[in-house]
DNA sequence: GGTAACTTGTGAACTAATTCACAAGCCCCT
DNA sequence: AGGGGCTTGTGAATTAGTTCACAAGTTACC
């Protein structure tokens, strides 16, 4: 298979949250071009997007609202249920241990790790903080697909080299740090801080 | 001046992050190479990104650190503090309320606002919740820059609408929905949801 | 069954972003 | 003062991503 643009997947992710809440609403077919006013882009874009992984629209008529939703979420593979662990329990860690919209896409909170022994123990809602020592027992043993780390940036290099070593292939980074890790884990980092400082760019030269 | 991409503010931020590490540990002066392997990117990416702005190195020598700290700050719009305001003091509002690193870096949170009568007046750091109502008296009254709407997707649109029409520029979005605003107000979105769907894709799709 | 009105799927054309490659400039050493 | 070793800044080439445009397929209706 041709590499596929990570534009392209984060768009796919986006025209699947669209379908389920038009499924929802009882919409049972929808063209490209609407869904491609849904998500801001153009009806060209969101077939091409498509046409990567197969045709599943019907020429003259458009694409089943629920078929689609179903053949994206294979896409995604998002048919199975995601183990994911927590690493970090201050204000950021128990915030997304917390957060229910995760569980909702399939995304499964097991475990919560912090280094202070001062929080291990803690009950944040079902789970309570583990120390960070097991997390490499843990993650053989519970099957972690996914580590979030919520840590500060000048340990974010040695967990995740722990977590790798631990056979952790997929890593969502809030530590505002740029994480080497060998080829085959995949690292996603959402960075707050340079969100806000785009803003500021935008405020800044805004006017031309 | 030439449109810049949204790609390149990204990493003038992350260089930035780097050299401001690099400037604290006492090292006076860098390559381009040596910052594009801190942001794993290549040297003529760094030089290119920087050139849209100016030409700030030495031929021979690379780029003093602390001249580059204060070209990049500059170039973000970085040189004063901003005014932001939390909207939805629910996990994810408040977790950011009480994040320092915001402040850090210039971006001060001066109220946060929620909707729901029972959280209103809860205290939040040092911050009392606000009602919603208030939001456009005090967008004018205190000047906010930037918006920050934590709050459920159903509601952020309608929100979005009254905060624009309020006079703010800016919007850093939680909420897992394509906002419309007018075309001088800038969003950004943080849908974590995506984010993970990306590592669901990255783990289903990995070794082709 | 034929035709009109749609909409997909996809090469081709175009636009944007990244990488190459090298002249120009700077420092250090002799 | 001149040469060698570096490193920047930037047009040119390349690669990646988006948009165009149209043949091909589908449905509805007469």
């Known amino acids: 298979m041709k590499r596929i643009a990570e534009s392209t997947v984060r768009r796919l ?13 009882g919409q049972t077919t929808i063209s490209s071009d ?14 091409k997007d498509l046409s990567f992984f197969g045709s599943f629209g019907k020429r003259g008529l458009g694409y089943s609202v629920q078929e689609l939703c179903v053949s ?10 995601w183990r994911v662990c927590i ?11 917390r957060y229910e919209a995760f569980s909702k896409r399939g995304f499964y ?7 202070d022994s001062a929080k291990v123990g803690m009950a ?8 960070i020592s097991r997390i490499e027992q843990d993650a053989s043993k519970e099957g972690f697909d996914i580590a979030v780390l919520a ?12 977590i790798t070593a631990a056979g952790i292939k997929a ?20 960075n707050m801080a340079l969100e806000l400082e785009g803003l500021s760019f935008a405020l800044t030269n805004r006017g031309n």
Chains 1, 2 share one sequence.
């Not at 994206?72 to 249920?81: A, H």
């Not at 909170?109 to 280094?115: F, G, M, Q, R, T």
């Not at 840590?151 to 722990?162: L, N, S, Y």
């Open 87 to 97: 690493i970090g329990a201050g204000k950021i860690g128990t915030a997304l241990a």
């Open 124 to 131: 944040v809602d079902s789970l309570s903080v583990r120390d």
């Open 34 to 47: 609407e869904l491609a006013r849904l998500g801001g882009t153009t009806s060209a874009q969101v077939r």
């Open 151 to 162: 840590i500060p940036p000048e340990f974010a290099q040695g967990v995740a080299d722990r």
């Open 109 to 115: 909170v097991k475990a919560i790790y912090d280094s």
């Open 171 to 190: 890593i969502l980074n809030f530590a505002p740090i740029q994480l080497a890790v060998p080829t085959d884990v995949t690292v996603r980092t959402v």
């Open 13 to 25: 992710s986006l025209y699947l949250s669209f379908l389920e809440e038009i499924e929802g609403r």
């Open 72 to 81: 994206i979420r294979e896409i995604l593979g998002l048919g199975r249920k």
